[in-house]
């Protein structure tokens, strides 16, 4: 929100975040350290994508088990950040923070020195519970310190491209890592990072204040449980289908328990996710076209990270290096989005912009085939950073609108859970619409072995492409028709 925004805003609809004595000269240190808290975070679900194949030689997984190094991570975050987030709002976002983030760093140095496949997916579900309750508590920290309007804006700008910038960048870490010292350093890397972020959390984050109340157990367990049978079930589903029972009954389940969720906390007197939440139409029109936006460009990071090495021969270094244009965008997009564009064409046109520009990238991403190049690549990667870029800033902006500070961890929490539930669900679902199109794809029978595998890949790719696109429309309607402020018209 800008300047010109809030001039033009009903001062009811504003929320001011509460001073604290010292506050606004510790602010760029409170910043840095949610910055490179959340680049820790979102960098742990990129950077061990490129030492799988290390791993799987090292420990001797199994091709099921060895998608557990990524699922068991993405279950424990997902399933955990609504409880993660209520736990900041009553028992305070610094010591939430600051447990989190330790929790995250222990888990790490243990993977780092896992002799078996077990023991690393165990530390892979500790670091996820730990970036559950450090994620949401790092962005209601972000909400209370930095006032709504300019200054929260350009907070959340820098946070944007941390977040979706740190992406790609884990891959190029990964890489180098994987490549010139072990696959053990993309878990060792974390201790180091977590020791900073804890001490000067501990010198300059301020308390904040707690909230009255008691846990929602029959909300946590239900939310819980629901989200992670979920992730379970569309992740199943990738590999084993959709008519497969161990999928039905995960899906089934989840929904169930969500539906059971909803109607605990319609009851409940101090509940997890207050529902009220959802009455703003503005707040969940955001967190809705966040997580369609983070499906399809998930997807599109998915399939283009395997034709950079299985069809162009790209080494997992130069794969990584390959994303840098993307990242670059990421910042140029969020930093303008958050300075300058905002504030002067407004958060929906900013979005909408963004929005187009990422449907943009995934529908020239359906054109590539044997023959194309890097070249090709490049101009969907610069499309994606700059698309991406764009719109998340106003989209974090606008779900966290009028939110109320005892309601600003609950409110951040949702963000973080609409981000996973995007990136876990829609990827798994991308990756099955893939299966089934290679599955179904009619090979020449001259072609050699690696051309078959070459073309059965690009077949599931091109039909992957094509479902992300369709998200990015649903994601374009919704920033078009639903984000819509009153002031807007």
Do not use: K
């Amino acid at each position: 929100m800008s300047d010109q925004l809030i001039a033009d805003t009903p001062a009811t609809t504003l929320t001011a975040a509460p001073e604290t004595p010292g506050i606004p000269q510790r602010r760029g240190l409170i910043l840095a350290t949610i910055l490179i808290a959340q680049l820790m975070v979102v960098l742990d679900m990129s950077i061990v994508n490129v030492a799988l194949p290390a791993m799987q030689g090292a420990l001797g997984f199994t091709p099921t088990g060895l998608s557990w190094v990524l699922n068991g991570y993405s279950l424990a975050f997902g399933g955990l950040l609504l409880l993660g987030a209520r736990t900041g709002d009553l028992l305070g976002r610094r010591p939430t923070f600051l447990a989190g983030i330790a929790l995250f760093t222990l888990a790490s140095l243990a993977g780092g020195f896992a002799t078996t496949g077990a023991a690393l997916v165990v530390s892979r579900v500790v670091q996820g519970i730990g970036a559950a309750f450090a994620a949401p508590a790092s962005l209601s920290l972000l909400t209370t310190m930095f006032p709504e309007g300019r200054e929260r804006v350009r907070a959340l700008g820098l946070y944007t491209a941390v977040s979706v910038g740190g992406v790609s960048f884990g891959l190029v870490v990964g890489g180098i890592l994987t490549e010139y010292a072990s696959w053990r350093w993309v878990m060792l890397v974390n201790v180091p990072i977590g020791i900073l972020v804890a001490a000067i959390a501990w010198l300059a984050v301020p308390h904040t204040p707690r909230r009255h109340g008691r846990f929602d157990l029959a909300g946590a367990v239900t939310s819980t449980a629901g989200v992670s049978a979920l992730v379970y079930g569309f992740v199943h589903a990738a590999s084993a289908g959709w008519g497969d029972p161990v999928t039905l009954t995960s899906v089934l389940g989840g929904v169930a328990l969500l539906v059971a969720f909803v109607a605990v906390e319609r009851r409940a007197d101090e509940p997890i996710t207050p529902l009220g939440l959802f009455a703003n139409r503005v707040r969940s029109g955001a967190l809705l076209a966040r997580m369609f936006l983070i499906a399809g460009a998930m997807g599109a990071f998915f399939f283009l990270t395997q034709y950079l090495q299985d069809v162009l021969g790209f080494s997992p270094v130069q794969a990584g290096l390959a994303f840098l244009p993307m990242t670059a965008g990421v910042f140029v997009a969020s930093q303008a989005s958050s300075r300058v564009l905002v504030e002067r064409f407004g958060e929906r046109a900013v979005m909408i912009t963004g929005a187009a520009l990422t449907l943009a990238s995934l529908v020239w991403l359906t054109r590539l085939d044997l023959h194309s190049g890097y070249a090709d690549v490049l101009v969907a990667l610069v499309l994606l950073g700059l698309g991406n870029g764009l719109a998340f800033v106003p989209l974090t902006a606008s779900a966290l609108h009028d939110v109320a500070p005892g309601e600003a961890g609950a409110a951040s929490g949702l963000v973080n859970v609409a981000q996973q539930l995007g990136s876990a669900l829609g990827l798994a679902g991308l990756v099955t619409v893939s299966g089934h199109a290679s599955r179904a794809v009619d090979l020449a029978p001259a072609l050699d072995q690696v051309a078959r595998a070459h073309q059965t890949f690009l077949s599931g790719a091109h039909a992957a492409f094509e479902a992300a696109t369709l998200m990015l429309v649903v994601t374009l309607a919704l920033v078009t028709f639903v984000i819509r402020r009153p002031e807007e018209g």
